[in-house]
């Protein structure tokens, strides 16, 4: 099985930052994609930033220019840089990795468990 730790969320006030972090563990031969989805109270859960294994990154509107993805590989491990917060960044969000876990088999999809970030105006 995949496990995917999440941290770094918490309350922090309008205009600051926070950094998140996931770290991937178990059977995982390769990782082709890791990425950031939020969910706030009444909403869908929305992709925030994505990164592939080659470098490509996706961001959503309303977080261009703020927030920042990265991946270590020796690590398993992906990170959000939030900057500038607002109000509308308050939900929980989640990790998530598509994973190949054994050679020749097709990548499958992993969740973390989520980590609350609380912008207070």
């Known amino acids: 099985q995949v496990q995917l730790v999440e941290s770094g969320g918490g309350l922090v006030q309008a205009g600051g930052s926070l950094r998140l972090s996931c770290a991937a563990s178990g059977s995982i031969f390769r990782i082709n994609a890791m990425a950031w989805y939020r969910q706030a109270p009444g909403k869908q859960r929305e992709l925030v930033a994505l990164i592939t294994s080659g470098g490509y990154t996706n961001y959503a509107d309303s977080v261009k220019g703020r927030f920042s993805i990265s991946r270590d590989n020796a690590k398993n491990t992906v990170y959000l840089q939030m900057n500038t917060l607002n109000s509308e960044d308050t939900a929980v969000y989640y990790c998530?990795?598509?994973?190949?876990?054994?050679?020749?088999?097709?990548?499958?999809?992993?969740w973390g468990q989520g980590t609350q970030v609380t912008v207070s105006s």
């Open positions: 998530y990795a598509a994973v190949v876990r054994y050679s020749g088999e097709n990548p499958s999809g992993f």
